[in-house]
């Protein structure tokens, strides 16, 4: 046998953990197997390294012996509220319970060793008490929270992390930033799909490597202090009105762009100038506009996206489709025509 060794239950296999035949055990995925797992989770083998409970309707973690070794926990799609009961072993380094009822913090703040915490919510109900600093973990590099409400008053109360490089806000009903104080140190932030209206003014970390802003209520990008270094944007807004005073063309690193707007906003005089991938809504591509603009686009692009299906490797291969696309729509729309006088 390899000497990591791995093991997937299905109702269809009988368990039995052995000390013998699985004391070497490092990985151990028991998925879907409510009805068998309080019998199974009581004797996990001591070297687990990585254990994984997805889909069990588990609303507690109290009563698990969890091997001391084990590093890694995934409990996504279960039902639990928080961690308040649950031994969770002290070497702990990554830890996933999204899509679960997450309603706090408590009980993590012990884990000194845990980097990587991934936290949601059905609903949008939180205890704002377990956001004080004492319930949060020490050393986190990534914290992500979904669907989780985070009002004006829940960001104040937020201390993250020094040590947090990786911030992620998804559909947490976020509706400004005004209030969130960001680690000086922060490299990744995502805040998809909240309610965020208007940046105007607010400085991002100039350590911000990566940014999404996707899908918010966000008009116009004017007056914004984009971080210097930034590389990764996502702005997938539907509601922008113009690119204009949205000063991206001086992000000299900026390397890729995910944007959804109108054909005429993507002039070159907008565009950052050393841009290596675009990515653009799927409509845009059937937008007569857009072969317009796209000539006016940066010659360093290497990649062109229009939603999730077509991309093309160049600036150039775009605009060749585009030609025998446009060909062919005339001649079928000269065929008619041709035939008519033949018939008369």
Request: with cysteine; glycine share 4%.
């Amino acid at each position: 046998m390899p000497a990591r060794k791995s093991l997937a239950v299905s109702i269809a296999v009988e368990l039995c953990l052995d000390a013998f035949h699985l004391k070497k055990l490092t990985r151990l995925v028991l998925s879907k197997q409510q009805e068998r797992l309080e019998s199974i989770i009581t004797v996990l083998p001591s070297s687990l390294e990585y254990l994984d409970l997805e889909w069990n309707q588990l609303s507690s973690l109290a009563g698990i012996s969890f091997p001391p070794n084990l590093t890694h926990l995934n409990v996504r799609w279960n039902v639990m509220h928080d961690f308040s009961d649950a031994i969770l072993p002290a070497m702990l380094r990554f830890l996933d319970a999204s899509d679960n009822m997450i309603v706090s913090f408590e009980g993590l703040s012990h884990l000194e060793h845990l980097e990587h915490m991934h936290l949601g919510a059905f609903d949008w109900i939180f205890n704002m008490d377990s956001l004080r600093t004492h319930n949060l973990p020490r050393n986190p590099r990534t914290l992500s929270l979904t669907s989780i409400g985070l009002s004006p008053e829940i960001l104040r109360m937020i201390a993250l992390p020094a040590s947090l490089e990786e911030l992620e806000l998804r559909n947490c009903q976020v509706s400004s930033l005004r209030d969130l104080v960001l680690p000086d140190g922060l490299k990744k932030l995502g805040l998809w799909s909240n309610k965020i209206e208007d940046l105007e003014g607010y400085i991002f970390p100039d350590s911000l490597l990566a940014l999404d802003i996707g899908y918010n209520l966000i008009r116009t990008l004017r007056d914004i202090r984009w971080p210097s270094g930034l590389e990764t944007l996502r702005l997938d807004v539907r509601n922008l009105i113009s690119l204009k005073d949205s000063l991206l063309c001086d992000l000299t690193r900026l390397k890729d762009l995910s944007l959804s707007c109108r054909p005429e906003f993507l002039v070159a005089a907008n565009l950052p100038r050393n841009l290596r991938k675009l990515t653009l809504n799927e409509h845009m591509w059937k937008e007569k506009s857009s072969r317009k603009f796209a000539k006016q686009w940066p010659p360093t692009l290497e990649c062109v996206c229009f939603g999730p299906f077509r991309e093309y490797t160049s600036k150039e291969s775009l605009l060749g489709e585009w030609k025998i696309e446009d060909d062919m729509n005339q001649e079928e729309a000269f065929t008619p025509t041709v035939l008519s006088t033949i018939e008369e």
